[in-house]
């Protein structure tokens, strides 16, 4: 499996935007690239995947580096509970199983 | 729509004692995985079921470890004897596809302490 590289934890203020970075430079043209996220005292959810083009959905932004060996997950306000452990993942187009590093935990602070 | 169910939240025994855990995975999905996640670390993969068929099981410790989906909903995990090493938490997932990628959906887990 491909190797993602994420720092291990990050700080926010309150209603910031924050950006996740994750680097990837092993990446494959068939590895779509995942993020999910685990709240304290829960299992991981999912937040957003993409391929090669930018992703918006209602939690969050995915912008891809135009070779694709990097990525940045973007929460345009963050909020209190935001706070987390992301996951970046690579996963082929055959969807192979995800492969969990240590991820990065976000602290947000009021 | 309901999530993923699992039961018990919390479970405390002794080394050499037998444990099970149950997951309800949500309706409809197919695919269910069974992850251990030691602290500070991300899930691993245990097992991943399609139906009732167990597709990949290469990381399930196959000495003290054993799984079940009848009917291919529910799922059982159990470990016979625990050891001070399984402490962990056990999550179930169930998944769709979305977007021509899978998704998961993860249950809240259950804690397992051996003393």
């Known amino acids: 499996d491909a190797k993602t590289t994420q720092p291990n934890s990050m700080e926010s203020n309150e209603e910031e935007p924050v950006h996740l970075p994750c680097n990837h430079s092993t990446i494959s043209g068939t590895d779509y690239i995942h993020w999910y996220r685990q709240l304290p005292s829960q299992g991981p959810e999912y937040v957003i995947h993409?391929?090669?083009s930018n992703v918006n959905n209602r939690m969050a932004s995915l912008a891809i580096a135009e070779d694709r060996k990097s990525s940045t997950l973007i929460l345009h306000r963050a909020t209190l509970r935001d706070a987390a452990v992301y996951y970046c993942i690579l996963r082929d187009g055959y969807g192979n199983k995800l492969v969990f590093g240590a991820g990065t935990i976000l602290r947000v602070k009021s | 729509e309901a999530g993923v169910v699992q039961s018990p939240r919390y479970k405390i025994i002794e080394k050499k004692q037998p444990v099970a855990f149950w997951c309800n995975p949500i309706?409809?999905?197919?695919?269910l995985y069974w992850y251990r996640q030691n602290l500070g670390q991300g899930p691993e993969l245990l097992i991943r079921?399609?139906?009732?068929?167990?597709?990949?099981d290469s990381q399930l410790p196959k000495d003290r470890f054993s799984a079940e989906r009848l009917k291919g909903v529910d799922s059982t995990l159990k470990i016979q004897p625990a050891e001070l090493g399984d402490s962990a938490v056990y999550l179930c997932?169930?998944?769709?596809?979305?977007?021509?990628?899978?998704?998961?959906?993860f249950g809240p887990g259950t804690r397992l302490l051996v003393l």
């Open positions: 993409g391929l090669t």
């Open positions: 997932a169930s998944s769709t596809i979305k977007g021509l990628q899978e998704t998961q959906y």
């Open positions: 079921y399609e139906n009732e068929e167990a597709v990949d």
């Open positions: 309706s409809g999905h197919n695919t």
